[in-house]
């Protein structure tokens, strides 16, 4: 980071003039960040979302870009109508915002300010330098890909083949932009792996336990012939390859219980990459992505700035008062899979063969909210049934499968693996949790699919559930077994399935991001 230093003289005007230069170069770098947006212009609020209004008083969504070395060309890039666009729009939650720890957004100011400073110090460095005629070509094509997933939103019917299936329904937002955006990232999308580091901290992963999904993409990325590239020129994105749940196993003493290690072992890499490869230093790490569903996955991204504030971050903790940013980090399913599992098995019961109302088995006392389900419901009513342990006498699994709904309460962290068990069973899921964005969110439509309560509805759950008519229920279970295939790991991955839809939401993190060489 660059820190302006300002010498002590027994002469007042040399501190007179000192100071007088760095208010002018940081009134400068405000006055340039209002005018585009830019790593200089990061926001004080974790949600740099800007729209703006048009003459006709609807509100068009601009894609920012990420400007290094010169203005952006003219005309700027193409608006997305937001009525179609499979970008959602999140606010920032006013009493999560307001809880934040003072410590935290202490912390967190300062580094938003080092990060300004160092942009506009690699802004000067590199303003005269020769354009990036390769990264101008990958923007281009990312260009022409924002304006064919436009029209088909606006078409609002897909007018693309395909053979293996075409999506519809509630399920989805909309689903021909979806589905010429998915065809639009098998043809185009472009990742490189970076291949520096060794297993198993590197390049493996968990593939059995709740941080399953870590070691899955990663074995599927490095051996994917279609999306990978070994040309780095060519990548729309940057796969940092390590392993949060790694690095814990195998670097953290639960005694010393040092976390820093993960800072240590992550921020090394990343100066390695950044060191042996200009990409990085182009964009600040904006267009590198990691992947982890461990807990303290967002917190290993918390020691290299540039990771935490700017880098595509797919996480199963997504959580927006953690500083999860829709914008540019990605919610991804957390899944369970047993020893020697390399696929998930699907199936239930039929409506009228589910003979629970709801269910749910899971620790009583892991976080806020499973206490007062427990409170409210445990050995209350038949009908609700909740288990701290499952009996041995009792299936988890055929009680999901004979279930109307299936509980998913968040614990110390908001994802659960058991929203994906559910879905597994055709249960509809009944989601319980505060500040969390679902996965796949901005393609999927899960009202459809699934029941929201409130954790002050904690009190009236029956109630709720029983208002639910049987027409709507057998609407919302058909469409949990339409949706599975989006949730589903298979070996070898299948189109559409969990694995391709991480990479589109990674695809469409990339689209939202337009960097000038």
């Known amino acids: 980071m660059i820190k302006l230093q300002i010498c002590r003289s027994n002469y007042q005007?040399?501190?007179?003039?000192?100071?007088?230069?760095?208010?002018?170069?940081?009134?400068?770098?405000?006055?340039?960040?209002?005018?585009?947006?830019?790593?200089?212009?990061?926001?004080?609020?974790?949600?740099?979302?800007?729209?703006?209004?048009?003459?006709?008083?609807?509100?068009?969504?601009?894609?920012?870009?990420?400007?290094?070395?010169?203005?952006?060309?003219?005309?700027?890039?193409?608006l997305i109508n937001p009525k179609t666009a499979l970008y959602s729009m999140f606010h920032c939650d006013s009493d999560a915002c307001k809880k934040q720890n003072?410590?935290?957004?202490?912390v967190v100011s300062k580094l938003m300010k080092e990060l300004k400073d160092e942009t506009l110090f690699r802004m000067k460095k590199k303003n005269k330098m020769k354009r990036d005629k390769k990264l101008e070509k990958v923007e281009a094509e990312l260009g022409r890909a924002r304006v064919l997933i436009s029209d088909a939103g606006e078409s609002n019917h897909s007018r693309s083949?395909?053979?293996?299936?075409?999506?519809?329904?509630?399920?989805?937002?909309?689903?021909?932009?979806?589905?010429?955006?998915?065809?639009?990232?098998?043809?185009?999308?472009?990742?490189?792996?970076?291949?520096?580091?060794?297993?198993?901290?590197?390049?493996?992963?968990?593939?059995?336990?709740i941080y399953s999904i870590e070691g899955l993409f990663l074995n599927y990325m490095e051996n994917d012939p279609h999306f990978r590239i070994s040309d780095p020129d060519r990548a729309h994105v940057y796969f940092l390859p390590f392993s949060v749940a790694m690095i814990l196993d195998?670097?953290?003493?639960?005694?010393?219980?040092?976390?820093?290690?993960?800072?240590?072992?992550?921020?090394?890499y990343v100066h390695t990459v950044s060191s042996r490869y200009p990409y990085w230093n182009r964009s600040l790490g904006s267009d590198?992505?990691?992947?982890?569903?461990?807990?303290?996955?967002?917190?290993?991204?918390?020691y290299v700035h540039s990771l935490y504030f700017t880098s595509i971050r797919l996480l199963c903790n997504a959580n927006t008062s953690e500083f999860f940013n829709p914008r540019k980090d990605a919610s991804i399913p957390e899944i369970s899979l047993h020893i020697g599992e390399t696929t998930t098995i699907t199936g239930g019961l039929p409506a009228s063969n589910r003979t629970t109302l709801a269910f749910f088995a899971g620790g009583q006392f892991h976080?806020?909210?499973?206490?007062?389900?427990?409170?409210?419901?445990?050995?209350?009513?038949?009908?609700?049934?909740?288990?701290?342990?499952?009996?041995?006498?009792?299936?988890?699994?055929?009680?999901?499968?004979?279930?109307?709904f299936c509980l998913c309460p968040s614990g110390f962290e908001v994802a659960s693996p058991r929203i994906t068990e559910a879905i597994y069973a055709e249960c509809v899921p009944v989601l319980i949790s505060q500040h969390y964005v679902l996965p796949f969110s901005d393609v999927l439509n899960w009202d459809a699919f699934s029941v929201r309560v409130l954790v002050s509805e904690i009190p009236n759950l029956k109630k709720i559930l029983l208002g639910i008519s049987d027409d709507k229920y057998t609407r919302l279970q058909e469409n949990v077994k339409m949706v599975q295939r989006h949730f589903l790991v298979n070996n070898p991955a299948k189109r559409y399935d969990v694995y391709h839809m991480i990479l589109h939401s990674l695809w469409l993190r990339r689209l939202n991001l337009q960097i000038y060489g």
């Open 13 to 78: 005007w040399s501190t007179l003039v000192s100071l007088t230069l760095f208010a002018v170069v940081f009134v400068g770098s405000i006055s340039y960040a209002s005018n585009r947006f830019s790593l200089l212009s990061l926001p004080s609020s974790p949600w740099p979302w800007r729209w703006t209004t048009s003459s006709s008083s609807s509100l068009n969504f601009s894609i920012p870009s990420i400007n290094l070395h010169h203005p952006p060309p003219s005309p700027p890039p193409p």
């Open 250 to 268: 195998n670097l953290f003493d639960p005694i010393i219980r040092d976390k820093a290690v993960l800072g240590r072992v992550i921020g090394d």
């Open 288 to 302: 590198h992505f990691m992947l982890s569903c461990h807990d303290w996955g967002p917190r290993a991204t918390w």
């Open 102 to 106: 003072g410590k935290m957004n202490k």
């Open 161 to 209: 083949s395909d053979p293996d299936y075409v999506p519809r329904g509630s399920i989805y937002r909309n689903p021909s932009m979806f589905h010429r955006s998915y065809l639009l990232m098998e043809k185009l999308f472009k990742v490189y792996v970076h291949e520096e580091g060794e297993p198993p901290l590197f390049h493996t992963g968990p593939t059995n336990n």
């Open 367 to 404: 976080g806020k909210i499973r206490p007062l389900l427990f409170q409210h419901w445990k050995d209350k009513d038949q009908d609700i049934q909740l288990y701290d342990r499952v009996p041995k006498n009792v299936s988890y699994h055929e009680m999901m499968k004979t279930s109307r």
